[in-house]
């Protein structure tokens, strides 16, 4: 009888002890508890690779991780259907007034250098192209001397390759007929392996990884296209992007709506860390929290 009674004091303090939301139920903590998190599906193959860390070291946390368009990602975190969004820019003014007017001052963190990788069908001669020439393409007046007419083709009709583009390479309202949306990033690899004339933008996390079987699958498909600013010609390998040479660069940045130090926090500082930055470095992206170290292989016999 003085077993049981223990027992039951030690249940009610514990039950006690457990954080619960103004209608009694219980809060998540760091390493505890589910969180929906909206991610820019062209993120994809980082995201799950540092998911798949964070659960297996924490077994109680569950991170739900809706992989969308880069629009549709900022739009859940404003009215509040993820706690957590992981996209390849900041918030600018409007966005951050949404949750200013709901009391939230929201959290921006960069975790990752990342790139957009163009990529031609391995029968396609050109396999260079200049930042001049994509931002005519993009424009709809591709260059005289082109030798083929390209179709364009980018992961989602919201996506966030092509606000990039929009942002740093081109100036355009619309698209021109021949650029056109599919299913993600896998689909703009299975078209352009399909289709000699396509130029697909991807990102650079779908194919740099070089343990991923998908990675590898894709880079046999299809050839990486080399960009130039000027005259150097660069492919979005991991020291170019580190070295800031290859032209087409953007960051990675998770923004979290949350309130205080839940989940979303302990997932933010997880990859921030030593473990997550590692993940970032594997995966042939660049770290943003950890310093990295290039070296340059003599291949000449000594």
């Given amino acids: 009888m003085k077993t049981t009674i223990n027992i039951l004091l030690v249940a009610c303090v514990l039950t006690a002890c457990v954080s619960r939301d103004k209608n009694g139920m219980i809060l998540d903590t ?3 508890g589910t969180i929906t998190v ?3 599906e062209s993120l994809k193959p980082l995201i799950e690779a540092e998911v ?3 659960e ?3 077994h109680n946390a569950h991170i739900n991780v809706v992989y969308t368009s880069e629009e549709d990602a900022f739009s859940s975190l404003l009215i509040d259907s993820a706690r957590l969004a992981i996209v390849t820019r900041k918030m600018v003014s409007t966005e951050e007034k949404v949750l200013s007017d709901q009391k939230i001052v929201p959290q921006q963190l960069m975790i990752a250098r990342d790139g957009v990788a163009l990529i031609v069908n391995r029968e396609n001669a050109d396999t260079t192209i200049r930042l001049s020439e994509l931002k005519k393409i993009l424009e709809g007046n591709p260059h005289e001397e082109s030798r083929r007419q390209y179709e364009v083709v ?3 009709p919201n996506s966030g390759i092509i606000r990039f583009l929009k942002d740093s390479v081109a100036s355009f309202d619309s698209l021109p007929e021949y650029c056109f949306a599919v299913n993600g990033n896998k689909a703009v690899v299975d078209h352009v392996r399909a289709n000699p004339n396509a130029l697909g933008l991807i990102d650079v996390s779908w194919i740099s990884d070089p343990d991923d ?4 699958s894709f880079l046999r498909s299809v050839k990486v296209v080399a960009v130039s600013e000027d ?3 660069y492919q979005p390998y ?3 992007i580190a070295q800031k040479q290859y032209p087409l660069l953007r960051d990675v940045i998770m923004i979290s709506r949350e309130a205080r130090a839940g989940l979303a926090s302990g997932f933010m500082a997880f990859i921030a860390s030593d473990k997550g930055q590692r993940i970032v470095l594997t995966s042939g992206l660049v770290p943003a929290t950890m310093p990295i170290r290039i070296v340059e292989v003599n291949h000449e016999p000594l």
Avoid: E, M
């Avoid at 079987?213 to 590898?216: C, D, F, P, Q, T």
């Fill in 213 to 216: 079987s998908i990675a590898n």
């Fill in 56 to 58: 297996g070291l924490y």
């Fill in 30 to 32: 760091p390493t505890s």
């Fill in 38 to 40: 909206a991610v820019d």
């Fill in 238 to 240: 991991q020291a170019f």
């Fill in 154 to 156: 980018f992961d989602q």
């Fill in 231 to 233: 005259s150097v010609y």
């Fill in 52 to 54: 798949k860390a964070f």
